[in-house]
């Protein structure tokens, strides 16, 4: 049976609020503002909210079987940032059944974790399996196939430092919900905002990375999950499973940075994934197929 994913990730919107409260401000949140404000990402998610809105066109008019939203939709984790987002995205989330998962700038600081913002604005992307209370982990079961929704996202206080971490408690809750008669039943994916490798197959830089990575692919290895999808770089890129690594890694990119604004439309087939890019065609403000690929999956047991 097919089955067609749009996979979006690292929309990067710019809704902050224009004024600040006193307790909004630290060091993490003021280097993030100037980096999107005057810096460097400035330049690159002016188009952002443009965008955005094309990608919703586009996705609404290919009517995919679901969405997965690798997360970062917002820039320094403010709420009027997730209120801002969802109601421009309001179209997928009414329409189309999916998983949401945060990124490092939606979780940016423990205010926003504790808050349970993105989680409250992002509701309907958040249904699903659940082995516990916890908001993480649980999977959504579309026909034949299961979307695990993992946050790989953590609050840290260093503008540098952009770790993220499933944590051991997630892990186990992970492992219970993989035990499922439902989901043993059915291929799954996994969706964290988090990579496993880079595009050339490398560890993460130390700042950069998943620090639980090894852990979290061990155990998706064993319960034979097939394809882990992800953002966090901003390119994107396919890496097919291998003899080390019986799962496929997914990076759809960034939606909205500006000459890589892309998202993935994914088709999955038996044992097949069809890898089709959608590219923002800036002339005609729409997205174009760019390129296609398909790659063989795993064979679970």
Known sequence: MSLRLAQISDLHLPFWPTRWRSHDWNLKRLAGWLNMRWWLRSELFLLAETVARALVRDVLRRRPDGVILCGDVACLGFEEEFAAAARLLQP????????????????????????????????????????????????????????????????????????????????????????LSALRSRPCFLATHYPFLRADGSPENYFRRLVDAEALAELLARHHVQAWLHGHRHHPYVLAPDVHRGFALVCSGSATQRRVWSYYELECHDHTLRIARRAYWLPTDEFVEAAESEIALAIGP
Not at 94 to 115: I, K, L, M, W
Not at 142 to 162: C, G, R, Y
């Open 92 to 179: 997928l989330l009414e329409n189309f059944p999916g998983v949401a998962v945060p990124g490092n700038h939606d979780h940016y600081v423990e205010e926003t974790v504790r808050s349970g913002a993105f989680e409250r604005h992002f509701a309907p992307w958040q249904q699903g399996l659940r082995t516990d209370e916890a908001t993480y982990p649980f999977a959504l079961v579309l026909n034949s196939l299961a979307v695990l929704a993992v946050n790989s996202a953590q609050p840290t206080i260093w503008p540098w430092d952009t770790r993220g971490q499933v944590g051991a408690q997630q892990m186990k809750h992970l492992q219970d919900l993989l035990a």
